[in-house]
């Protein structure tokens, strides 16, 4: 065996820790591009998670796989980094030492934000199907579900019976929301008021997506994640509720 | 020891998802309703008591504190596996629908946070401080 070989070995059998390093070093790096090149004026992590997209697009064209980098086979473990377990576990993490009372004064206007947050995206969506040339009631529900979360597209989807291209369109519509949401918050942060414990939890209700408002307070102002993930993760379920539902019958009702 | 902070994190983790996916089934929707804020408010409210009566102690406080540190790094992993490709080979329309949502979200933070008055602007903070 290799050097070579036995190094890609290691890598693989120890992939959570290879993804430690790896994030380690595009960090770095991220720090290192924002401090020389933009002079800090580009906040190194959100140099950081466009090079964490960037990277997964260099993964998907390469390996033709769904999971980004982790199709590369020594670097599994950056699937596992980044999945939903430990995500959601960190997410939590940033809790800590949160403002119970702020929470409260925001509880209305978070509230309304979900409402307002899964309406706007489903009618922006439905509208753009619309626009598009679909006329039948599922393909416009589908399509604008999956404007609301890429989730919520494809139960939405399931649920009420629509064909597998357009359940793909809806996840494909949902990722450009989160890779959107992502990468554009840290630039229109100032713009929206985005600086305080109660705009946080109204950005997370009307974005919804959790990756993206994960990713784009992060980029943000890391204080902010608590309070915007605190109603995002509200926003699939109310999504799942109301996509297959009245979301449906009403735009059933519409276009006939 | 730092391992109770960690179990203390775990234990609101695991309540808030068991709740999460429990709200889930009574609503009758294919998904974990709120799991990871109901986790945080656990957290937030047990921490808090126990921080008042002194039964927090330092080293228990790094259990969590790590993971809370580790979270921009987990986030880049998270963006290192997105399905990039999928979402441009959507085509335009997919890619016209998301980012069109997400403009008009935008536009809808200020509405909505501007009511019942502006939040307090957290302190400016000093960005060599971060995790």
Partial sequence: MSALETLSSVLVSNGLITAFAFVGVVIWLSYLVSNKLTGGRIHGSAIAILAGLALAWVGGAVTGGSAGLADISVLTGVGFMGGGMLRDFTIVATAFGVNFDEIRRAGLSAALSLVAGVLGSFVVGALVAYAFGYTDAVSITTIGAGAATYIVGPVTGSAIGASSDVIALSIAAGLVKSMMVMTGTPFVAKAIGLDNAKSAMVFGGLMGTTSGVAGGLAATDKRLVPYGAMTATFYTGLGCLLGPSILYFAVRALVG | ?131
Wanted: with cysteine; proline share 4%.
């Fill in chain 2, 1 to 131: 020891m730092v391992i109770y902070g960690v179990a203390l994190l775990a234990g609101c983790f695991l309540a808030g998802m068991f709740l999460g996916d429990l709200l889930g089934v009574i609503l009758g929707v294919d998904a974990n309703v709120g799991g990871v804020g109901i986790a945080m408010l656990f957290l937030i409210l047990i921490s808090d008591a126990l921080i008042k009566r002194g039964r927090l102690k330092p080293v228990t406080r790094d259990g969590v504190v790590f993971w809370s540190a580790i979270y921009i790094p987990v986030i880049v992993a998270m963006a290192a596996r997105q399905n990039v490709v999928a979402a441009l080979d959507g085509g335009f329309m997919a890619f016209v629908a998301g980012s069109l949502a997400v403009v008009v979200c935008f536009v809808l933070v200020p509405v909505i946070s501007r009511m019942g008055g502006v939040g307090e602007p957290l302190p400016t903070l000093d960005r060599g401080d971060e995790g």
